[in-house]
């Protein structure tokens, strides 16, 4: 299973499923990432965490411990 925290920077991927439970979940389906999501790795801060991509036309910082719990193909 390859998770979003996995992706290399330059990469494009598709979200397939959301792990999570409650608010956690909900939170990320917010932010615009939900199954069959497009999702563009733009950049990473010099540290790893958090990760810059780009979706559905906007830019998005994400921690890696929610990028954790969207698997992605």
């Not at 959301?18 to 990473?44: E, W």
Request: charged letters at 30%; a positive charge; aromatic letters at 2%.
């Amino acid at each position: 299973m390859k998770t979003l925290k996995d992706v290399k920077v330059g990469e494009t991927v598709t979200a397939v499923k959301l792990h999570g439970v409650g608010a956690i979940k909900r939170r990320i389906m917010d932010m615009g990432i939900t199954k069959g999501t497009r999702i563009y790795v733009r950049k990473m801060a010099p540290l790893g965490d958090p990760m810059e991509l780009h979706v559905r036309g906007y830019a998005l910082s994400i921690r890696k411990a929610d990028a954790e719990m969207v698997e992605v193909e």
